[in-house]
Each structure stands twice: as C-alpha cells, then as structure tokens.
C-alpha cells in the first residue's frame, strides 16, 4: 500500500479546511484506517482518523477545524504499511495586508505529449499565493475517445488518477490550499446542464453524476450545503479587503447551446431565455456583491465574457453565446462600486479586457483577465474586444492589496525544454476604478 497520488487541501470556509490524500486499494480488500495529523508551532497538534474503501476509490478527505489566520499547518496522513505523506496548509490570507491568487485552468495532456509543468511553480521564489483557483478542464474528457455511454465513475476516476500520478500537480497541491470549480471538460466537451450541445442523450444525469462523483472523491472539496453536487459555486469574504466568488456556469443551469438552422430568431429566443447561472447561484452572488465593505470584487468565472467579434455562433460556450444572461451579469457587476475583477479561462490563451456596460455607453461594468492553459494547447483567439491578448503556457498571479491590484501573467512551457524559472509575460498595476490599457 502506499499514498502515490500524494495530498491536498483547499475549500476554506470560516476557520476550517479540506485535508486529502487517497491510499492504493489494499489486496486483501478493505476498509482501511488511516490517520492525520495537523501541527503548527504554538497550537497542540489536532489528531484524527478516517475510514475508507473502494465505494469512496479509496480517498481519504478530512475537515480540520479551528484554524488560526496567518498560521502555516502542516498535515500527514499515515497508516501501517504505507509511508506517511504529508503537505502544507492554511486559511488565507496568512498576511492581512494582501491576497494572492493563482489562476489555473486547461491542463490537458495530449496523450503524454504534454506536462503540467506550470504548476511545478508552486513555492518556488515569487509564486506563493494564498490560494490556487482552479478554474476548469483539470482533467480532459477527450483524451480517451470512448462512448459517453462508457463514460462511467470508473472512468473519470481513472482520469483523476493519471492526472495526479504527475510530480509537478502533487507539488502543486501539497504547496497550500486550492479552490476548484469544473468546466466541461471534467465532464464532456461542451456540456450543459441537460446533456452536451447537440443532443440530451437518455443516461446524461447518469454522466454528469458519474463525473462529480469523481471530482468530490479526487478534489479537496466540500459537497455543497444544499446537497446537489452541481451547486459548485462558492462565496469566500476576506474582511475589508476582497469578496471572492467562484461561479458554476456549466452544469446547475446551464442552457443548451445554440444549434437552431435560423439564428435570427434562434437569437431573439435566446436572449430572453438563456441561462448560464441558476436563480439561486445570481441571488447568492447578487448578495455577496452588494456587501459595500471590501474594496475589491473578484470573480473566479469559466469562460470568456469579453464579447466575441462575430453573432454567436453554433454551439457557442461563451458568455456571447448567452446574451441575455451576459446581460444581467454585466448589469449586477456595473451597479457595484468600483470595477469587479473577473478572472475567466477557456479560451486556450493569455488576454485582458474591459467590459461595457450594457446600458450605458461609455461605462464599464468591469475588468477580465483571462489565464492561460497550464498545458493545453494554445489557441491563438484574438478578438478586438480584447485589449491584449498572447499565446502562451503558464499561469495568472493576481495580488490584491488596499492600494491597488497587480496582475502577472506567467510563462512557463508545457513540453521541452520546460522553462523554468516561469518568465513574465504582461503585468499590470491598477488602482480601484482604472481600467485595462490597450496594448502590452
Ligand atoms: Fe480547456
């Protein structure tokens, strides 16, 4: 037996955290026993132990309470038989004056020709933020080209599994907490809430909740309060500071794409009906985003809601796509004070933007950065509603202080001869209410 596919944590909530670890399924059969502890230099050390078997793929999640801010932990998990493995931990911030994110998204692999290199990063001089956002395709539905009749909880388990055998992603998870959301790629190449975007195949609930079954064993993630494992978005308030909220636009409301023969009428229709986030999910954030205390407003997004130069299109995934729920979106961010920050992914490739009101010519509703694949290919999309944009591997690092936001983008190759240490690639250093210049 042994904890090959190494440890980590995330999905803060007040003072408490999601520790992780899986242990090889025994040849005698289970349950098996294993044990943690999380220590830190003034605290007593916080003992527990966790019971699992082949019904949970034998992954071990614990929630550790009574965390201190600005306190680094240490966790192991051990069990007879097996080296003990352990990681680093905390609830950000762990300094008051400033929040760091790194945004991660797109990690495919192409068969091997690839390596998340991006992530060995993680702890290494200049990359040591509070919290890694994970903003979909960390595994990829298409690498394995089998029916989605075939594509059961043995098979996106075994997604997770090859994905987190990688050095550079247990490097990245042992280095501090995440927080993580699914795109369609978790699931299946341009999936909606009712199946994928050209058809509502019989046995889709049967897909989808194979697929987050597998994401709530593999990821330091809680089940939602409300029970429905599709209800993955979250609200995170860090004091005067920043709300940070990560959306779910994917699978809990979502839509079906566009697809009709006649896209006039197709489009009048689908302005006044598309969804992307849930009457639930748009009152949670609606209320998380009217609290006037913090100066900054973040959104953690999954894909593009720059406006994209042509109609939408077949199948269009972007918020474009769905231009009545970009609509409401755009207005909900245009009423806050200041610009939020949204942060957003998908597109295969490195970009900023402002983005106009909806009502007000003239007038921003806000600002996004888009981060690049960690090792997807990258796409070279290059719309003029964008006001830089470059084609690259790497990451996003978005520091958050009272005075002002700065915003890396990072390069870091994703086949060899890796690049290493990461090489910039863009910054910018805003203050609240300025926008993004064109040009870099
Ligand atoms: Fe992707």
Known sequence: MGFDWGVASGDPSGDSIIIWTRISPPAEGGPVHVSYVVSTADEPDRHGKVTTWSDLDWTVKAEVKGLSVGKIYTYAFSCPGASPVSGQTWIPLRDQTKLQLLIANCSQLRGGAKEPNA??????????PDLVVSIGDYIYDTDNAIA?????????????????????????????????????????????????STCWPPHWGDVKAA??????????????????LEDGWRVLEFGPLATLVMVE????????????????????????????????????????????????????????????????QQNDDTWS????????????????????????????????ANLPHPDIPG???????????????TSGTRWPSMQWQ????????????????????????????????PSPAMAYTLRPGETVPKGG
């Open 119 to 128: 992530y060995s990063a993680l702890g290494t001089a200049g990359c040591t």
């Open 148 to 196: 989605l009749s075939e594509q059961n909880v043995a098979y996106y388990r075994g997604l997770y599994a090859n994905f987190r055998s990688k050095s550079q992603v247990q490097k990245a998870h042992a280095y501090g907490p995440w927080l993580a959301v699914w795109d369609d790629h978790d699931i299946k190449d341009e999936c909606f809430s009712g199946g994928v």
């Open 211 to 228: 697929a987050l079954q597998a994401f709530y064993e593999w990821m330091p993630m809680r089940v939602p309060p409300s029970g429905r």
């Open 249 to 312: 636009t994917r699978l809990s409301a979502r839509t079906k794409q566009i697809d009709e023969g006649d896209q006039t009428d197709w489009l009048k229709y689908r302005h006044d009906h598309s969804v992307l986030i849930g009457d639930r999910q748009f009152a949670e954030i609606a209320a998380a985003l009217q609290n006037p205390n913090p100066r900054w407003r973040i959104i953690a997004n999954e894909v593009i809601i720059a406006d994209r130069p042509d109609p939408p």
């Open 321 to 352: 796509g769905y231009p009545g729920a970009r609509e409401k979106l755009l207005r909900l961010l245009g009423d806050c004070p200041a610009y939020p920050i949204v942060f957003s992914g998908d597109l295969h490739t490195a970009w900023s």
């Open 363 to 377: 007038v921003f509703s806000a600002l996004e950065f888009g981060a690049p694949p960690i090792s997807s290919d």
């Open 390 to 421: 470059s084609d690259l591997n790497g990451y996003l690092l978005a520091t958050f202080t009272m005075e002002q936001l700065t915003v890396e983008f990072r390069q870091m190759d994703a086949a060899p001869p890796f690049s290493s240490p």
